[in-house]
């Protein structure tokens, strides 16, 4: 099992932001994917961001539509860590967020929770108006 840890979560007014954080630990690999996924209550955990790091470093970023604008994933961090910008918060945005990674060869888009194995505990955001 790869420990996964997020942090940098809280409680903000909309417009505000906010900065995760996802640190894995024990990965040894150049290549991964680590995405961004979260969960409002009563509703399926969705995808948010993701980074694709290949075998000589170069990154690639997507997207889900509805942060598209709002959040980044800062590229060129530290080989095991990886953040989420999130900018112009609004109440749609309350949930559990939780970092995902991934180790070629990817089975699945880069949306699907179902293609990741290694899962951190989530950490909270909440927006309020």
């Known amino acids: 099992q790869i420990p996964v840890m997020e942090s940098g979560g809280g409680s903000v007014q909309a417009g505000e932001s906010l900065r995760l954080a996802c640190e894995v630990s024990?990965?040894?690999?150049?290549?991964?994917?680590m995405g961004w996924f979260r969960q409002a209550p009563g509703k399926e955990r969705e995808a948010v961001a993701v980074?694709?790091?290949?075998?000589?470093?170069?990154?690639?970023?997507y997207y889900a539509d509805s942060v598209k604008g709002r959040f980044a994933i800062p590229q060129g961090t530290t080989k095991n860590t990886t953040y989420l910008q999130m900018n112009n918060l609004k109440p749609d945005d309350t949930a559990m967020y939780y970092c995902?990674?991934?180790?070629?060869?990817?089975?699945?888009?880069?949306?699907?929770?179902?293609?990741?194995?290694?899962w951190g505990q989530g950490t909270q955001v909440t927006v309020s108006s």
């Open positions: 980074i694709y790091t290949d075998s000589s470093s170069r990154e690639t970023t």
């Open positions: 024990f990965w040894s690999y150049t290549r991964k994917r």
């Open positions: 995902a990674v991934d180790d070629p060869p990817y089975t699945s888009a880069w949306y699907q929770p179902s293609g990741y194995p290694y």
